[in-house]
């Protein structure tokens, strides 16, 4: 009897370890520190993309637009807002860092005009909805209902995103080998007066690294090529090429 009770414990807590190591923090997912920065590369190398996070000054000066907008959003934004500016899917998500995870306020979606102009739409997040949980796992679902900021007709317009951990993978990038990566589906209906779009798109993230790679609404694919973060971080979980190149400092400003 004691044998038994003692391998029933053994097996229990060797069950509570696997599952504790199969959730991870959202901040391993996603370090959220003012100065960290990700380069991507798409896959023929045409193109390059930046991934920053910078102050809540710098993202509202990123969206220089929008100047009226500014003023609504930085009147509600807490002190310790950072904001993850993207290149890769042309938005700006001001964020802060919850018990319950990274939790997002405002999105900024920018689009460049015919005539070359940017236009920027935001959409502002009630309450708890978070960017990415505290606790990532497999099957993990989690979802979120933006509001178009302006008057009556704009907030009628809604963003309503869908967010899924796919799977756990082993995947090689640019950058080189990363181990317990997460695939995140982020499924989005964009409801207005003319009717409802459906778009889908994908993002990897390493644990102690952040994004890896992005499959874009456009079925681009995206790879980090260079990153620097503003904390050291254990990097047990990926391994790098030989030839690690010096990350070029690059402007935050919207490129055409």
Same mark, same amino acid.
């Given at each position: 009897?004691?044998?038994?009770?003692?391998?029933?414990?053994?097996?229990?807590?060797?069950?509570?370890?696997?599952?504790?190591?199969?959730?991870?923090?959202?901040?391993?997912?996603?370090?959220?520190?003012?100065?960290?920065?990700?380069? #991507?590369?798409?896959?023929?190398?045409?193109?390059?993309?930046?991934?920053?996070?910078?102050?809540?000054?710098?993202?509202?000066?990123?969206?220089?637009?929008?100047?009226?907008?500014?003023?609504?959003?930085?009147?509600?934004?807490?002190?310790?807002?950072?904001?993850?500016?993207?290149?890769?899917?042309? &938005?700006?998500? #001001?964020?802060?860092?919850?018990?319950?995870?990274?939790?997002?306020?405002?999105?900024?979606?920018?689009?460049?005009?015919?005539?070359?102009?940017?236009?920027?739409?935001?959409?502002?997040?009630?309450?708890?909805?978070?960017?990415?949980?505290?606790?990532?796992?497999?099957?993990?679902?989690?979802?979120?209902?933006?509001? &178009?900021?302006?008057?009556?007709?704009?907030?009628?317009?809604?963003?309503?995103?869908?967010?899924?951990?796919?799977?756990?993978?082993?995947?090689?990038?640019?950058?080189?080998?990363?181990?317990?990566?997460?695939?995140?589906?982020?499924?989005?209906?964009?409801?207005?007066?003319?009717?409802?779009?459906?778009?889908?798109?994908?993002?990897?993230?390493?644990?102690?690294?952040?994004?890896? &790679?992005?499959?874009?609404?456009?079925?681009?694919?995206?790879?980090?090529?260079?990153?620097?973060?503003?904390?050291?971080?254990?990097?047990?979980?990926?391994?790098?090429?030989?030839?690690?190149?010096?990350?070029?400092?690059?402007?935050?400003?919207?490129?055409?």
């Amino acid at each position: 009897m004691k044998y038994l009770k003692m391998k029933l414990t053994i097996r229990f807590i060797c069950f509570l370890g696997l599952v504790i190591a199969c959730q991870s923090i959202a901040q391993d997912y996603f370090p959220l520190s003012v100065g960290n920065t990700w380069i #991507f590369h798409s896959r023929d190398g045409s193109q390059e993309r930046l991934i920053k996070i910078v102050s809540q000054e710098e993202g509202l000066e990123i969206n220089r637009n929008g100047r009226k907008q500014n003023r609504k959003i930085q009147a509600k934004l807490d002190s310790d807002t950072v904001v993850v500016y993207d290149q890769v899917n042309s &938005r700006a998500h #001001f964020l802060i860092r919850t018990p319950k995870g990274l939790k997002q306020s405002y999105m900024v979606q920018y689009k460049k005009r015919k005539n070359g102009k940017i236009k920027s739409t935001v959409y502002t997040y009630e309450l708890e909805q978070l960017f990415l949980p505290q606790l990532v796992r497999p099957e993990k679902k989690w979802n979120t209902s933006g509001h &178009r900021l302006g008057g009556k007709k704009a907030k009628a317009e809604t963003l309503d995103t869908r967010f899924k951990v796919v799977s756990t993978e082993t995947l090689k990038v640019k950058s080189g080998l990363f181990h317990r990566v997460m695939r995140i589906s982020e499924e989005s209906d964009h409801l207005r007066k003319a009717g409802k779009k459906t778009l889908l798109n994908y993002i990897w993230l390493a644990p102690n690294i952040g994004p890896i &790679r992005y499959k874009t609404i456009n079925e681009e694919i995206f790879e980090l090529t260079e990153h620097r973060l503003a904390l050291g971080v254990e990097t047990k979980d990926y391994h790098l090429p030989t030839v690690w190149g010096h990350l070029k400092f690059q402007s935050t400003r919207l490129r055409n």
